[in-house]
C-alpha cells in the first residue's frame, strides 16, 4: 500500500511542480485552429462522399 501511496503524492507533485501549463490565450488559439482545421477536414469528406454517391448514381443508371 504504501507503493500506491508514493505513487499518488509524486503524480500530485510532478503535476504542480514539473508541468507546464498553457495560458488561456493559448489553448484558445489551439481549439480554434483545430475547430477550423475539423470543419475542413469534414467538408473534404463530404465532398468525397458526395462525389463517390453520384458516381454510383450514374453507373447504376447507365448499365
Do not use: H, T
Not at 480554434?32 to 463517390?52: E, R, Y
Amino acid at each position: 500500500m504504501e507503493k500506491v501511496k508514493n505513487y499518488i503524492l509524486d503524480s500530485i507533485d510532478e503535476i504542480r511542480n514539473k508541468v507546464s501549463w498553457p495560458k488561456f490565450a493559448e489553448l484558445q488559439s489551439s481549439a480554434i485552429l483545430v475547430l477550423v482545421a475539423s470543419l475542413i477536414f469534414a467538408m473534404v469528406i463530404g465532398l468525397i462522399d458526395l462525389g463517390f454517391k453520384n458516381a454510383l448514381e450514374f453507373f447504376y443508371k447507365e448499365f
